[in-house]
């Protein structure tokens, strides 16, 4: 008896030390972000609303119905007068980029945000394990992530993945990676740059639905500083609670919704369809599916069961009805479950779309349209200038959990959860502007200044103003 009763304490024992090393693992495969840098070009990319005028006049292949549809899109586009645009456009030549003009751009960019992010986490280049480079439209060789570790000199053995034509949703793709390395390595710093080069990507054709990417994009880029160190947890920003993917390139409407291709005149642009709105909302909505029970509680998962059997009994007792048109809001209260919502920045109908989806208030939406008036759409990494902005508004606390949901070519919907580790305040590339948002109105002054071209009907008989001579 006493040798079983000594078996079945050593078992117990084994037991307990196997679930004890199981959640010892556990706590080496998180995902924290200790930093991150957005990039805020100089002052002298700044677009106006005269040079952005003087840059649609001289593009000679648009006629009197472009310029009425561009001054349509972009007094509806929800962006302001301070974005950033690249170099070239202001040099004049955005119409024949070199490859020189699209490594510079990058260069700009990696040369400010990863030698102010690594300076202010007092992170050696030398200590990087992971460096994950995501920039959709421009495949340099050597690799811009290889022009990255020759100039900060990173080890031999640094692990190394470059994305492209990832699109809008790339920040989470390669954090997604990151992720993925961190369950099977322990002690690991990763740098996550994620930026977009728009230098050698002016279209400059006439086709509608691809002068509309000329005027949503802008400048802009992100470095990301991520470990699963358990010794760093004190200087933890933030904490990976979940990831989740949904790609529907096997649908031919979702793949070719959104793609880069030649126009007829074999002028290269990116095509923006009419069946975007239709691919989101259907990505979206496949997201959320597999998303929602991992982020939201129990109670509120119960509640949308039972009115949802509630609503099948009375279809059931009822003669069926047509659904209304419009953007339909989702049965699940998402507040339940977050605090913040991160949103890609790809206009304002972008963001209406999802808070109305999500029932969302004005203040939820507030840093992603204050984003978008500000910065404009970044592509990848407009998320973390959403980010910045709540920091910068002193909004994300200790313990808050921060929904974050991109869209991208392919088509692509990826979300994730942040819980935020604690208070935090720094202004990042908002210092300077932070206390004049929200602003007044968000209305740009382009149908002012240019509002006239509606009252054109003669293409050949055109009084241009004199800033526009």
């Known amino acids: 008896m006493e040798f079983l009763s000594f078996l079945y304490v050593v078992l117990a024992l084994y037991f307990l030390f196997l679930i004890w090393r199981l959640f010892d693992q556990r706590r080496d495969q998180e995902c924290y972000i200790l930093d991150y840098q957005c990039y805020k070009p100089t002052d002298d990319r700044m677009l106006g609303t005269e040079f952005c005028g003087k840059i649609i006049r001289r593009t000679e292949n648009l006629g009197l119905n472009e310029y009425k549809f561009l001054l349509k899109a972009i007094v509806s586009s929800g962006i302001g007068e301070q974005t950033y645009a690249p170099r070239n456009i202001f040099e004049g030549h955005e119409a024949s980029p070199t490859l020189d003009d699209g490594v510079s751009e990058m260069d700009e960019f990696f040369n400010d945000s990863i030698e102010k992010l690594l300076a202010r986490s007092a992170i050696s280049p030398s200590e990087i394990d992971v460096l994950v480079v995501n920039i959709s439209m421009l495949a340099a060789v050597p690799s811009l992530s290889s022009r990255i570790i020759n100039r900060y000199k990173m080890r031999d053995d640094i692990k190394v993945y470059n994305l492209t034509g990832m699109g809008c949703s790339a920040s989470l793709i390669s954090l997604d990676i990151i992720k993925n390395i961190f369950k099977s390595q322990r002690n690991k710093f990763a740098l996550l740059v994620t930026s977009e080069s728009l230098s050698p990507n002016w279209y400059s ?245 240019y509002g006239w071209i509606n009252d054109v009907e003669d293409p050949n008989n055109i009084e241009l103003p004199d800033f526009l001579k």
């Not at 992100?222 to 529907?248: D, E, F, G, Q, Y």
């Not at 923006?272 to 979206?284: C, D, E, S, V």
């Not at 204050?370 to 910045?388: E, I, K, P």
């Not at 921060?402 to 990042?428: P, Q, T």
């Open 205 to 449: 054709g006439n086709d509608r639905s691809m002068i509309l990417a000329n005027c949503l994009f802008r400048s802009g880029g992100c470095v990301i500083l991520l470990t699963n160190k358990r010794s760093l947890t004190h200087r933890a920003m933030l904490r990976l609670k979940c990831l989740v993917r949904t790609h529907h390139g096997a649908r031919e409407e979702a793949y070719s919704c959104c793609i880069q291709k030649e126009d007829e005149q074999g002028r290269v642009g990116f095509h923006l369809g009419k069946t975007l709105p239709k691919a989101a909302t259907r990505a979206f909505v496949d997201n959320l599916r597999v998303i929602s029970p991992k982020i939201l509680p129990t109670r509120e998962l119960l509640r949308f069961l039972v009115v949802s059997l509630i609503k099948k009994l009375r279809i059931r007792g009822s003669a069926p009805k047509l659904a209304s048109g419009g953007t339909t809001k989702s049965p699940l209260n998402f507040k339940t479950g977050v605090d913040h919502f991160c949103l890609h920045t790809g206009g304002k109908a972008v963001i209406d779309g999802i808070g109305m989806s999500l029932d969302l208030s004005e203040h939820d939406l507030e840093p992603a349209r204050m984003t978008l008036h500000r910065f404009g759409n970044t592509s990848a990494s407009s998320l973390w200038y959403v980010l910045g902005y709540m920091e910068a508004k002193k909004r994300l606390k200790k313990g808050d959990r921060v929904f974050m949901i991109s869209f991208g070519a392919g088509f692509k919907c990826n979300s994730c959860l942040w819980e935020v580790m604690r208070d935090l305040g720094d202004a990042n590339v908002w210092g300077d502007c932070i206390a004049d948002y929200p602003p007044e109105t968000l209305a740009n002054p382009f149908m002012e200044k």
